[in-house]
């Protein structure tokens, strides 16, 4: 469903229900080589480069929000350009600017929804894009059976890991599958490209799955780097 179609029924801020706030139908791309944004999560980043320095004022004056996106391979030779970029990533929110010196910013960015670009557009500094949303379900969870597995595999990657106890409070059972998932997949030590496999996953219990896949991984990369040490 194209976001022009969605207007009449604002997205919802996932913090806060009680106030609507609508997606524009054509939003600012901050594609960067190694950042994959989630719904229900947080991104805060640093802006310098002059052309991102305009998209933050850009979008601070009109329709507060960003497009992250992940660059393809080969970014390198066209970074300062129009490198390709891949079609799936998330809108964000921006929820604060903090002004620095010589027209830096730190910026806040609040994980909306995910999109599908449908057209991009090169006019300004900046790369924009018309973007179709692909809403998640209304209350989605997991079948318990899938976040058992998922915390069960956690539970195994954390045990050789110093900072298992900053993980504790995504293990308290009021936690919300969609944010569980989301923020697992933020944070874990996964390749921008695996992130990005889970960004496209179709649905909360294919991220759960690929999720759980790649901490198994993990967790035999870990074993296995015991036994050869």
């Known amino acids: 469903m194209q976001i022009d179609r969605e207007r009449d029924q604002p997205t919802r801020d996932p913090y806060d229900n ?16 190694n950042v994959v944004f989630f719904p229900k999560t947080y991104l805060p980043l640093h802006i310098f480069e002059p052309r991102y320095r305009q998209m933050v ?17 080969g970014w390198e ?19 604060s600017v903090e002004p620095l010196p010589d027209g830096r910013s730190n910026i806040l960015l609040q994980g909306l929804e995910r999109y599908e670009i449908q057209e991009e557009f090169f006019e300004k500094p900046y790369r924009e894009a018309r973007v179709a949303l692909k809403k998640a379900a209304v209350e989605p969870s997991l079948a318990p059976e899938v976040r058992q597995a998922l915390m069960k595999v956690l539970e195994k990657y ?37 992130k990005q496999f889970l960004i496209e996953a179709e649905g909360l219990h294919q991220r759960a799955r690929r999720l759980s896949d790649l901490i198994q991984f993990m967790v035999h990369d870990q074993q296995g780097a015991k036994g050869w040490g």
């Not at 004022?57 to 391979?73: H, I, R, S, T």
């Not at 079609?87 to 964000?92: D, E, L, N």
């Open 77 to 95: 030779t066209d970074y300062y350009g129009h490198p390709a970029i891949y079609p799936i990533g998330c809108v964000g929110r921006l929820l």
């Open 57 to 73: 004022a850009d979008a601070a004056a009109g329709g507060q929000c960003v497009a992250m996106a992940l660059l393809k391979e």
């Open 158 to 194: 954390l045990r050789a890991r110093e900072d298992a106890a900053t993980w504790e409070g995504l293990f308290r059972d009021e936690v919300k599958d969609e944010v569980l998932v989301n923020t697992l997949s933020t944070y874990l030590d996964c390749t921008p490209l695996e």
């Open 18 to 33: 009680a106030v609507p706030f609508i997606i524009p139908e054509r939003v600012p791309v901050f594609a960067l080589p």
